[in-house]
């Protein structure tokens, strides 16, 4: 059994790991509240080449607020936000905690794009935060 498993919704999209991540945080830019429906995104990153995705996949890229070109990907079936991917990142994979099987296993260290946090989403105080993208 891998270290972390995870999918979307309805099952159709399943991704494991072994490796340990690279990262976690909270993302509170604009883009990453309307993905969520929340007042931010949480995720961890993994080196991609780590991460084995059985399912399909539907991707898509946008500009982000960093200025680097985004990739997200869903499951084309229940629509489920499951992966990013960014230029300024390479060779890495985020992964939607919220879709892990088990959540709990990775905890977020930081916050980045928190100038644009909303004041109704309050997130542990303790973390460091970042008003846009922490250094790489």
């Known amino acids: 059994m891998a270290k972390y498993e995870g999918g979307c919704a309805c099952g159709a999209v399943r991704f494991e ?3 340990e991540p690279m990262m976690a945080g909270h993302c509170q830019c604009r883009h990453c509240q309307r993905l969520s429906g929340a007042g931010h995104l949480t995720f961890a990153a993994f080196p991609e080449p780590a991460v084995k995705i059985t399912g399909k996949i539907k991707y898509w890229d946008y500009k982000a607020d ?8 869903h499951c084309p079936t229940c629509g489920s936000m499951l992966l990013g991917k960014t ?15 088990d959540p709990s296993k990775v905890a977020p260290q930081m916050v980045f794009f928190s ?3 909303q ?8 973390l460091p935060k970042f008003p846009g993208m922490p250094p790489m």
């Open 17 to 19: 790991t072994d490796a």
């Open 66 to 73: 960093s200025g680097n070109t985004a990739t997200r990907g």
């Open 87 to 101: 230029s300024g990142m390479p060779g890495g994979i985020a992964v939607n905690l919220t879709s892990l099987d």
């Open 115 to 117: 100038a644009m946090g």
């Open 119 to 126: 004041i109704w989403d309050q997130l542990d105080p303790a």
